[in-house]
């Protein structure tokens, strides 16, 4: 092996090392250190940091420390920059304070003297301890640049190692054609439950899969006769028939997957995914369920209806590549393991890795080449598919020449985008077709929908405006991190990103803290949602009993929504952080502007 690849090795330890079992005991005692009885400690701090430089210094340094570290820094970070905030707000205090008793004379005054010493030696404290948490927040900066570059070093070695080209494993290959017998052996090689035998297990998973395929068949013949008698296909698309229709298409697969599956994990006497014949029947059942997935992505009552020329013309062929592509993911989660999506942690030297990673290229490849020739396709998201396929092509190059680690980062890399934007479709597709039903439609269980959230058919649109946009806000939001997440190798950008997300930053003044303000968001929704379902729910329960006039009716629910909407937004400006007492400003001028002549103007507002 060369040299290069026993470097790499260390991104596969089987054991943690030795600088990663010291960073997990610091980062177990970080929370008592760092914020004892709620005051941050900055010496300890210090201490702490102190240790983790020294040990950044280790050549043998892995990923997996890096990463512990990292998290415990930004602890420390987040909690040497709330003591710096504070420390300055409270010296800014004291400076007020001491700024007209600094010339005070103790013999004229000896009471207030008295008093000025103390604020001044507190505020000679404050201004210590500003310095201590400036130091440490420096320091944890630092240390966090410093992390950085040591995993962008560990991430550059990993994607630039060249192992074994196309050429020599297929030299290889008779020896390890030589050796499949026995990984064979040694993957049947089972711990079983007492009282079973590799015999009775056999038989057990033989009667088992039979029983399963015949139930599925079944199943799936006395559907299409009852979908026959409905119409079948040439009958107008139904919602009953959304999932159902590939559901039973498939029973067959998903019933035998599942029944190989249970009779495997109740005769083990360790079960795991990490047994090869527990991966196989997993397999079937995974591979049964991305085919009923496929049908309904690609029926007529799904978001590819949308797409023009798709249906009917297309969708047999872009089924057969997707159901394909599908196949290869099965096998790879089959032959790679657990962690076949996270290809990183998959040794180079794993038996069919390349193998897997050239096919699952190829399979995405053939669904890029094709989409371009549906009419709804044809001059959309080029960028994406060309960017996908030039990716592609170059991790079939760099497989070919040995550089199975940046092939596997590549294909992964588009594999895992590729799922993301299905999911992020179909999301926003099912977000907008519930919206748009209960916005537009006029059956009775829309209107019941309705009358349950709060929302009459007139404003129901504005209504479920502000939820609709904070859910597609939540899913882009999502995606985003997603994607950063899966194309960051060295790990370094989605860190950060988390950091300035959880930790926030200054602007001028103003700390923004983005988790603040997401959770108001939400908090605000909910609330709005909330006060729409009381709001109805106290017209039909009170207000029909006591106030008979429609109109008064309407005039009170009115009010109690625009009193709900203001407590609504003010709890979620809180939430997100924003500092309300500016607000008695624009209070004290609403007041003043009633108080001169608005009265009618809010009369009519309020009676709508």
Same mark, same amino acid.
């Given at each position: 092996?060369?040299?290069?690849?026993?470097?790499?090795?260390? !991104? =596969?330890?089987?054991?943690?090392?030795?600088?990663?079992?010291?960073?997990?005991?610091?980062?177990?005692?970080?929370?008592?250190?760092?914020?004892?009885?709620?005051?941050?400690?900055?010496?300890?701090?210090?201490?702490?940091?102190?240790?983790?430089?020294?040990?950044?210094?280790?050549?043998?340094?892995?990923?997996?420390?890096?990463?512990?570290?990292?998290?415990?820094?930004?602890?420390?970070?987040?909690?040497?920059?709330?003591?710096?905030?504070?420390?300055?707000?409270?010296?800014?205090?004291?400076?007020?304070?001491?700024?007209?008793?600094?010339?005070?004379?103790?013999?004229?005054?000896?009471?207030?003297?008295?008093?000025?010493?103390?604020? /001044?030696?507190?505020?000679?404290?404050?201004?210590?301890?500003?310095?201590?948490?400036?130091?440490?927040?420096?320091?944890?900066?630092?240390?966090?640049?410093?992390?950085?570059?040591?995993?962008?070093?560990?991430?550059?070695?990993?994607?630039?190692?060249?192992?074994?080209?196309?050429?020599?494993?297929?030299?290889?290959?008779?020896?390890?054609?030589?050796?499949?017998?026995?990984?064979?052996?040694?993957?049947?090689?089972?711990?079983?439950?007492?009282?079973?035998?590799?015999?009775?297990?056999?038989?057990?998973?033989?009667?088992?899969?039979?029983?399963?395929?015949?139930?599925?068949?079944?199943?799936?013949?006395?559907?299409?006769?009852?979908?026959?008698?409905?119409?079948?296909?040439?009958?107008?698309?139904?919602?009953? =028939?959304?999932?159902?229709?590939?559901?039973?298409?498939?029973?067959?697969?998903?019933?035998?997957?599942?029944?190989?599956?249970?009779?495997?994990?109740?005769?083990?006497?360790?079960?795991?995914?990490?047994?090869?014949?527990?991966?196989?029947?997993?397999?079937?059942?995974?591979?049964?369920?991305?085919?009923?997935?496929?049908?309904?992505?690609?029926?007529?009552?799904?978001?590819?209806?949308?797409?023009?020329?798709?249906?009917?013309?297309?969708?047999?062929?872009?089924?057969?590549?997707?159901?394909?592509?599908?196949?290869?993911?099965?096998?790879?989660?089959?032959?790679?393991?657990?962690?076949?999506?996270?290809?990183?942690?998959?040794?180079?030297?794993?038996? #069919?890795?390349?193998?897997?990673?050239?096919?699952?290229?190829?399979?995405?490849?053939?669904?890029?080449?094709?989409?371009?020739?549906?009419?709804?396709?044809?001059?959309?998201?080029?960028?994406?598919?060309?960017?996908?396929?030039?990716?592609?092509?170059?991790?079939? !190059?760099?497989?070919?020449?040995?550089?199975?680690? !940046?092939?596997?980062?590549?294909?992964?890399?588009?594999? /895992?985008?590729?799922?993301?934007?299905?999911?992020?479709?179909?999301?926003?597709?099912?977000?907008?077709?519930?919206?748009?039903?209960?916005?537009?439609?006029?059956?009775?269980?829309?209107?019941?929908?309705?009358?349950?959230?709060?929302?009459?058919?007139?404003?129901?649109?504005?209504?479920?405006?502000?939820?609709?946009?904070?859910?597609?806000?939540?899913?882009?939001?999502?995606?985003?991190?997603?994607?950063?997440?899966?194309?960051?190798?060295?790990?370094?950008?989605?860190?950060?990103?988390?950091?300035?997300?959880?930790?926030?930053?200054?602007?001028?003044?103003?700390?923004?803290?983005?988790?603040?303000?997401?959770?108001?968001?939400?908090?605000?929704?909910?609330?709005?949602?909330?006060?729409?379902?009381?709001?109805?729910?106290?017209? /039909?329960?009170?207000?029909?009993?006591?106030?008979?006039?429609? #109109?008064?009716?309407?005039?009170?629910?009115?009010?109690?929504? =625009?009193?709900?909407?203001?407590?609504?937004?003010?709890?979620?400006?809180?939430?997100? #952080?924003?500092?309300?007492?500016?607000?008695?400003?624009?209070?004290?001028?609403?007041?003043?502007?009633?108080?001169?002549?608005?009265?009618?103007?809010?009369?009519?507002?309020?009676?709508?």
């Amino acid at each position: 092996m060369t040299e290069g690849s026993s470097t790499i090795h260390r !991104f =596969y330890p089987r054991w943690p090392s030795i600088p990663t079992l010291l960073a997990l005991v610091l980062f177990a005692a970080t929370p008592s250190l760092a914020q004892e009885d709620s005051v941050f400690d900055p010496i300890a701090a210090s201490g702490q940091l102190d240790q983790l430089r020294d040990q950044l210094g280790v050549e043998t340094v892995d990923s997996q420390f890096l990463t512990t570290a990292r998290s415990m820094v930004a602890i420390l970070d987040g909690a040497a920059a709330v003591c710096l905030q504070e420390a300055t707000t409270e010296r800014e205090r004291l400076e007020t304070r001491f700024e007209p008793l600094k010339d005070v004379d103790a013999d004229v005054a000896p009471a207030v003297f008295d008093q000025r010493n103390e604020i /001044r030696k507190l505020l000679d404290e404050v201004i210590a301890r500003q310095a201590q948490c400036n130091s440490t927040k420096d320091y944890t900066q630092e240390l966090l640049t410093r992390i950085s570059a040591r995993q962008n070093q560990l991430s550059q070695q990993y994607l630039s190692n060249r192992g074994k080209s196309v050429l020599a494993l297929f030299s290889e290959l008779p020896q390890r054609i030589k050796s499949w017998p026995a990984r064979i052996r040694g993957s049947v090689d089972l711990i079983l439950n007492e009282g079973v035998t590799p015999f009775l297990l056999f038989w057990l998973l033989i009667i088992a899969g039979s029983v399963a395929a015949i139930l599925g068949l079944f199943f799936r013949q006395r559907f299409n006769n009852w979908f026959a008698a409905a119409g079948g296909s040439d009958a107008p698309a139904q919602m009953k =028939y959304l999932f159902p229709k590939p559901l039973a298409q498939y029973s067959p697969l998903l019933f035998e997957g599942l029944a190989l599956f249970a009779v495997l994990m109740l005769s083990l006497n360790e079960p795991s995914l990490q047994f090869s014949v527990v991966r196989i029947a997993a397999g079937i059942f995974l591979y049964g369920l991305g085919c009923v997935v496929i049908d309904w992505a690609t029926g007529p009552l799904s978001p590819s209806a949308r797409v023009k020329g798709l249906i009917p013309d297309h969708v047999a062929p872009l089924r057969l590549r997707l159901r394909l592509f599908t196949l290869t993911l099965v096998a790879s989660f089959v032959v790679l393991g657990t962690k076949w999506l996270a290809i990183r942690n998959v040794d180079p030297d794993v038996s #069919g890795r390349a193998t897997m990673i050239f096919l699952v290229a190829v399979s995405l490849l053939s669904i890029l080449a094709y989409i371009r020739r549906i009419p709804g396709v044809q001059g959309r998201i080029r960028l994406i598919r060309y960017s996908g396929a030039i990716a592609l092509v170059v991790g079939i !190059f760099s497989l070919l020449l040995g550089y199975q680690n !940046f092939a596997g980062y590549l294909v992964h890399g588009v594999t /895992r985008t590729g799922l993301a934007l299905a999911v992020l479709w179909i999301l926003l597709w099912v977000v907008f077709a519930a919206f748009d039903y209960l916005m537009n439609e006029e059956t009775a269980t829309a209107a019941h929908w309705r009358s349950n959230l709060g929302v009459s058919a007139r404003a129901s649109r504005t209504g479920f405006g502000v939820v609709q946009l904070v859910a597609d806000l939540v899913i882009w939001i999502s995606f985003v991190v997603y994607i950063i997440y899966v194309w960051d190798e060295a790990g370094t950008t989605l860190e950060s990103l988390v950091d300035l997300v959880v930790l926030g930053g200054t602007v001028g003044n103003i700390q923004l803290v983005p988790l603040d303000i997401i959770g108001g968001m939400l908090v605000f929704a909910a609330l709005i949602v909330v006060i729409g379902w009381t709001k109805r729910w106290i017209d /039909r329960r009170w207000l029909q009993h006591i106030v008979t006039e429609r #109109g008064a009716r309407e005039a009170l629910t009115t009010l109690f929504g =625009y009193v709900g909407f203001i407590l609504a937004l003010l709890i979620g400006l809180t939430q997100a #952080g924003v500092d309300l007492g500016g607000l008695v400003w624009v209070s004290s001028a609403l007041a003043l502007g009633l108080g001169f002549g608005m009265q009618e103007i809010a009369n009519n507002f309020v009676s709508g």
